[in-house]
Every structure is written in structure tokens, then in C-alpha cells.
């Protein structure tokens, strides 16, 4: 038996790029003498050379990890919840739907502070779009005080797996039914646990 079932992997690239995307906040994770550093940070996908770009705070012991060719594994989650029975028109189990973009690859420190600096700029535009309510100037003097106390770093990407569980498996209708799930569920539970924590 061949694990993970095949029509739970998605192997097109472009569904893989739209979740990192759509969901930019990765968990990077890198191991040294056998432990692991894990770090959550929003990384942006340069499109001209696939690559993951990156910053993160030098006082972050995994800071000195992001360097020298390291190798790396990261981690970029889409949607998920619980499949109740109940969602389904023929009878099954529970069970977890979810979307996950798992890849490895190489690290590079990125030491140039103008390429740090335009990274930061760049950075801010994508996740301000569509409506980019606020532009990071060039001559922001915040930003400036901040240069010497972030790293830059990129990820050349040498494996790519996504992981797409969304009832493929199941009857038409119950798929459709899953899919209806995964966008209420994802609607209402966030108000619902800001509410508990926040």
C-alpha cells in the first residue's frame, strides 16, 4: 500500500505556489546535532528563479542556521477541519481535510544590505496587496534603524510534496459537501476562538 494515497497528493506546482501565496506564513525548520529549530515566518516566492525569500531576527538562534547551503524543510498550511459524517450523503467516518505544502531545500544568507532593504520594501508590497493601504518608503527611518538587526536569507526549493486531503475519495456529492465544510467551518470558527483567546 503506497502512502500517502496518491489522490491526496496534488503534484501541480501552481496549486503549491498559490497556497505559499495565499498562506505565506511558513513553519521553517532546521536541525543541528540532532535538534530541531523551528521558526514561523511569512516568506515571499520569487517567480523568476523560484526561490523563498526570507528574514529573520538576528538574535534568532536559527539565524545562524539559515546560511551556508544549510539544508532546510518547510512547511506552508492551507485550510483545514473536521469532516463530520454528517456532511456527507453516504455513510463514512470522520475524518480531517486539509491542504499542506511541504518542501526541502537549501538556505543562502543574503548579506547585502541594499538587497536586504529592497527585500523588506518588496516583502511589504505583496502582503499589502491588493489594496496596499501602506507603502514601506525607501527612506523610512524605522526600517533603517532595523537593517543590522535582521538577516536576509533565500531557500533554493529541491523537493516539493503537496498535500491536498479534500475527500477525493468519496462520491461527487460528498466531495462538493467537504468542500462547503472546509469554507464555513474556516469562516465561523475563527470569531468563535478569538473570542476564547483574545
Same mark, same amino acid.
Given at each position: 500500500?503506497?502512502?500517502p494515497?496518491?489522490?491526496?497528493?496534488?503534484?501541480?506546482?501552481?496549486?503549491?505556489?498559490?497556497?505559499?501565496?495565499?498562506?505565506?506564513?511558513?513553519t521553517? !525548520?532546521?536541525? +543541528?546535532?540532532?535538534?530541531?529549530?523551528?521558526?514561523?515566518?511569512?516568506? !515571499? /516566492?520569487? +517567480?523568476?528563479?523560484?526561490?523563498?525569500? *526570507?528574514?529573520i531576527?538576528i538574535?534568532?538562534? +536559527?539565524?545562524?542556521?539559515?546560511?551556508?547551503?544549510?539544508?532546510?524543510?518547510?512547511?506552508?498550511? *492551507?485550510?483545514?477541519? /473536521?469532516?463530520?459524517?454528517?456532511?456527507?450523503?453516504?455513510?463514512?467516518?470522520?475524518?480531517?481535510?486539509?491542504?499542506?505544502?511541504?518542501?526541502?531545500?537549501?538556505?543562502?544568507? !543574503?548579506?547585502?544590505?541594499?538587497?536586504?532593504?529592497?527585500?523588506?520594501?518588496?516583502?511589504?508590497?505583496?502582503?499589502?496587496?491588493?489594496?496596499?493601504?501602506?507603502?514601506?518608503?525607501?527612506?523610512?527611518?524605522?526600517?533603517? *534603524?532595523?537593517?543590522?538587526?535582521?538577516?536576509?536569507?533565500?531557500?533554493?526549493?529541491?523537493?516539493?510534496? *503537496?498535500?491536498?486531503?479534500?475527500?477525493?475519495?468519496?462520491?461527487?456529492?460528498?466531495?462538493?459537501?467537504?468542500?462547503?465544510?472546509?469554507?464555513?467551518?474556516? +469562516?465561523?470558527?475563527?470569531?468563535?476562538?478569538?473570542?476564547?483567546?483574545?
Amino acid at each position: 500500500m503506497n502512502y500517502p494515497p496518491k489522490h491526496h497528493q496534488d503534484y501541480d506546482k501552481n496549486h503549491m505556489i498559490d497556497v505559499i501565496k495565499t498562506y505565506p506564513l511558513a513553519t521553517v !525548520i532546521s536541525v +543541528q546535532n540532532n535538534e530541531p529549530f523551528i521558526t514561523h515566518l511569512p516568506l !515571499i /516566492y520569487r +517567480q523568476e528563479d523560484s526561490k523563498l525569500i *526570507g528574514h529573520i531576527d538576528i538574535y534568532n538562534p +536559527q539565524a545562524n542556521l539559515l546560511k551556508d547551503n544549510n539544508p532546510i524543510t518547510i512547511l506552508f498550511s *492551507g485550510p483545514q477541519c /473536521y469532516i463530520s459524517p454528517s456532511v456527507y450523503t453516504t455513510t463514512q467516518l470522520p475524518t480531517w481535510n486539509y491542504i499542506k505544502v511541504h518542501l526541502k531545500g537549501t538556505v543562502k544568507a !543574503i548579506e547585502s544590505k541594499d538587497a536586504l532593504k529592497q527585500s523588506l520594501i518588496t516583502m511589504t508590497e505583496f502582503l499589502e496587496q491588493p489594496d496596499h493601504k501602506y507603502v514601506l518608503e525607501p527612506d523610512n527611518p524605522r526600517m533603517e *534603524g532595523a537593517l543590522d538587526y535582521i538577516k536576509m536569507f533565500e531557500i533554493t526549493i529541491n523537493d516539493w510534496e *503537496g498535500k491536498f486531503k479534500l475527500s477525493q475519495d468519496k462520491h461527487p456529492k460528498d466531495i462538493r459537501q467537504a468542500r462547503a465544510e472546509l469554507v464555513r467551518a474556516n +469562516q465561523e470558527s475563527i470569531k468563535e476562538f478569538l473570542d476564547r483567546v483574545f
